[in-house]
């Protein structure tokens, strides 16, 4: 059963994967050890009101919640409150939390919770990257703790959604996310590429918004918001869940389709700041990094499927 330690910018997709990670633990099929949240989407104390939000919510409680970075590494910070409201869930008013954060940094409680279970944690990262970073640098010896680490972030072959090539969660921390991809730890990272097919449309949103449960009206609730952000890249009603699809590749491997190269964050580029890039080229690999499993396609239908049924399950 997987170990996860989730860090995130709860944000209208991270909320939904928090839900389903919830119906995972439901359901004996993985353990959630703690959140930590960090800027992007929103501010992160923000970001851990609304994942207390959501855990309350899913009857989750006693899972630690640590505010996290509150700006990137080198840059200036900006959040994505046109995609996810200023709340960071939709504006959907919801009221505070019955917990609190606890008084530990998110990067301190990744270090700390990985050194007290050695080879056990899958980090589960569906946001900027700086707590990753943050805690590779409060202890280098990080990787030979982690099970595996598992990303949300990075566009390849698909365009990127904040430049013409960077991807949100990379792009808030460029200098992050290379920490992290150029540490030495099991990897999986899934982009644009994989996330995009994945989107859900009309179909998927009826049933959702039919099912009469506390969970299933707050999904449609957030997503209405979400949906309005994304039609227009769309061009047709639906959205992109993107960081549920890292979820799901976290406890199920085998719904992706992977390529294993080493990934590097483009960190000058004048238009091209916070891209990640691969070598594609078919050569014998002239990298010194670890190749990461980058995804690069899924199993849509059984995505679609397994997300819809976690949520109506609670
Ligand atoms: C990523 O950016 C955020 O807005 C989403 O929550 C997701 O993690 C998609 O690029
Ligand atoms: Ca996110």
Known sequence: MAAILFDCDTGIDD???????????????????????????????????????????????????????ARPMAQDVHYALDWHGTDGLGDTGLPDPAGRPVDEAAAAQIVRLARSRPGELTLLATGPLTNLGAALLLDPQLPALVREVVIMGGAFDHPGNVTTHAEANIWHDPEAADLVFAADWPMVLVPLDATHPTAVGDAWLD????????????????????????????????????????????????????????????????????????????????????????????????????????????
């Open 207 to 314: 049933r959702l918004s039919a099912h009469d449960s506390e969970a299933a009206r707050f999904a449609a609730k957030i997503l209405d918001f979400y949906v309005a952000a994304y039609t227009p890249t769309l061009k047709r009603r639906g959205a992109v869940i993107h960081d549920a699809l890292a979820a799901m590749l976290a406890v199920d491997p085998e719904l992706g389709e992977y390529a294993e190269r080493p990934v590097r964050v483009e960190l000058r580029g004048e238009l091209t700041r916070g891209t990640t890039v691969w070598d594609a080229r078919s050569l014998p690999a002239d990298d010194d990094r670890r190749p990461v499993r980058v995804a690069v396609g899924s199993d849509v239908t059984a995505f679609q499927e397994r997300l819809l049924a976690s949520i109506l399950s609670l």
């Open 15 to 69: 909320a939904i994967t928090l839900l389903y990670l919830a119906s995972l633990v439901r359901e004996g099929k993985a353990e959630l050890v703690g959140v930590g949240t960090v800027h992007g989407n929103v501010d992160p104390e923000s970001g851990a009101l609304n994942s207390l939000r959501v855990l309350e919510l899913a009857g989750l409680h006693g899972v630690p919640v640590a505010v996290g970075a």
